[in-house]
């Protein structure tokens, strides 16, 4: 069990995709099929490389190996959140401890956000399916920024429409390029391990398997 200090702590920010929900096999497959279809080569590395926690259009030109114009990046994006979707939908499970650990930071009123790489259809599929759609005062998703992580920018964009100093948020991520962006942000992270090692997120403050072995000090 970890204790959490939340001392000089105004805003919660969570990570979506491997942080809410263990969704991240879901997304390599559905990616899989997606680079099949469209013979590009697939591999771990690959998706370590040139997908994980990025934009789709980061993503797409990567794969690609090209720039693509915004139509072709809407098309090729619409057509592997498709494949996601309906690989996922039936699957969703919160990480473990999830909603109580929500319920307990309400308690506390601290303000709470989501900060994702997840187009919208995305996150309104999980929410919906974890009942948590309202429980969030602020949710920011890749068409609100212009650059993806390891970029702080949807991390400080965050902390300024919660109208909260990024030195006193907590960002709960499971991606060394997530926990980078935070870091960048000047925040404080957490790492969830569903998809990484704690070597992976050594960066992070501290690295947990799920939200149940968190007991706020």
């Known amino acids: 069990m970890y204790k959490l200090n939340l001392q000089n702590i105004d805003a919660i920010i969570f990570d979506m995709d491997g942080t809410m929900v263990d969704n991240g096999s879901y997304h390599k497959k559905a990616w899989a099929k997606f680079c099949k279809i469209h013979g590009i080569e697939y591999s771990k590395k690959i998706y370590e490389d040139k997908i994980s926690s990025r934009k789709n259009n980061q993503i797409l030109s990567n794969l690609f190996e090209k720039d693509l114009t915004e139509n072709q990046i809407i098309e090729s994006s619409a057509e592997k959140e498709i494949i996601y979707r309906k690989l996922y939908e039936k699957e969703i499970r919160e990480i473990s401890g999830l909603t109580d ?4 930071l309400k308690e506390k009123n601290l303000k709470m ?35 993806g992580k390891p970029n702080p920018e949807i991390y400080l964009q965050t902390a300024r429409e ?6 006193k948020c ?24 569903t998809t990484y090692t704690k070597i992976d997120l050594q960066a992070a403050e501290i690295c947990m398997e799920d939200f149940s072995q968190l007991e706020i000090a």
């Open 101 to 104: 650990f929500i319920n307990k």
């Open 113 to 147: 956000a989501i900060a994702t790489t997840s187009p919208k259809p995305n996150r309104r599929l999980v929410l919906k399916a974890l009942g948590l759609e309202s429980a969030f005062d602020l949710i920011i998703g890749s068409e609100h920024v212009v650059h």
């Open 162 to 167: 919660l109208n909260v100093n990024p030195a």
């Open 170 to 193: 907590l960002v709960f991520e499971d991606s060394p390029v997530g926990v980078e962006a935070a870091k960048n942000a000047g925040m404080r992270v957490v790492g969830i391990l």
